[in-house]
């Protein structure tokens, strides 16, 4: 196994307007569409596409988006051993309006994410060992993500954290299990406790995170690219993103993270700051078309320069 996500599915029911409403205000949408989503997933479906070999631990509910869910993952070639059906309980869903700028507001429900257990992860340990690089994120609990990373900090694979989105409360025991802090400017501003403006503060608050027990840190910032910084020491790397005419943002940084845990699991022969800049490409690629996962490439698609 190459990548192990441990993390949500959600369906996404996305509408499409030109502003977003006011509170109180009902606007007019221009089209509708439900697709597959959940950031666990996206990440999964995106190191899955680029040639990846991937297992998915997570919770559906016992209703018709979880199954097609599961029938999504199978199409797609992904270990799905550990993808458990939950009794009386609702598939995630993600709420998400696009407005013609490409900006995206979302309010999701998690529903089964949130009865992923230890008992769960414990079942699908000889699945973690195997991998060399296990993922997750906060569309789940925090204490599972936890004990994912502990899984697989004692069989030496490799963590990513995503905090995102940013909960309650982060364990502060989490920091010191993962080799790679994956967050947004907004995600970073909420963590760090000031606002990420620029390049200079994204900087600083990746120190802090540093400080605070990882070893690496990539802040995703939108069109501008990522920041990079490493508990190495040396000053933080900026590398800008491609200049496009960006269509649909939406998951852009699950395409990032996705794309980031194929790398380090395939070509750990590459500077890491190469495997951002090749993340990065492939991010910038997702938001060229609409949508979450209908928008992230597949290896045959992409350049050949970039694998
Ligand atoms: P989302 O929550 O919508 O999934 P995010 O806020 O977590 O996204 P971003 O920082 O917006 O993630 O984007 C992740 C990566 O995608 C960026 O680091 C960049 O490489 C690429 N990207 C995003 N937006 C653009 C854009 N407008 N132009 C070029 N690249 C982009």
Not at 63 to 82: A, R, T, W
Not at 160 to 176: G, H, Q, R, T
Request: aromatic residues 6%; contains cysteine.
């Amino acid at each position: 196994m190459d990548v192990v996500i441990v993390g949500s599915f959600m369906t996404d029911l996305m509408s499409y307007c030109t502003d977003f409403p006011e509170p109180g205000e009902t606007v007019h949408g221009h089209k509708f569409k439900k697709s597959f989503g959940g950031k666990g997933a996206n990440q999964c479906i995106m190191a899955q596409r680029l040639g990846g070999k991937t297992a998915m631990i997570g919770r559906v509910g016992d209703d018709g988006y979880g199954i097609e869910h599961l029938e999504h993952f199978k199409k797609h070639s992904v270990n799905v051993d550990h993808i458990y059906k939950t009794e009386k309980e609702q598939t995630g869903v993600a709420n998400i309006i696009v407005n013609d700028k490409g900006q995206n507001c979302i309010v999701i429900v998690s529903a089964a994410n949130l009865k992923l257990n230890e008992n769960d992860l414990k079942a699908a340990e000889v699945v973690i060992k195997s991998a060399k690089v296990l993922v997750t994120q906060m569309e789940i609990l925090p204490t599972t993500a936890l004990a994912a990373l502990k899984i697989a900090k004692k069989h030496g694979v490799k963590t990513i954290l995503n905090v995102a989105p940013v909960p309650k409360a982060l364990p502060d025991e989490i920091y010191k299990l993962v080799d790679y802090f994956c967050v947004n400017e907004l995600e970073a501003a909420s963590l760090w406790g000031n606002p990420v403006n620029s390049i200079e503060d994204a900087n600083k608050s990746a120190k802090e995170f540093i400080h605070r027990g990882c070893s690496n840190v990539i802040l995703t910032l939108g069109k501008m690219g990522s920041v990079f910084v490493t508990e190495a020491g040396i000053n933080p790397i900026h590398i800008p993103a491609q200049e496009v005419k960006a269509v649909d943002s939406t998951g852009a940084g699950d395409a990032f993270v996705g794309s980031l845990a194929f790398y380090l699991a395939t070509r750990p022969d590459l500077p890491v700051q190469e495997i951002i800049r090749r993340s990065n490409d492939i991010a910038t690629a997702s938001v060229l078309k609409p949508g979450t996962q209908d928008s992230y490439p597949y290896k045959k698609d992409l350049s050949h320069e970039l694998f």
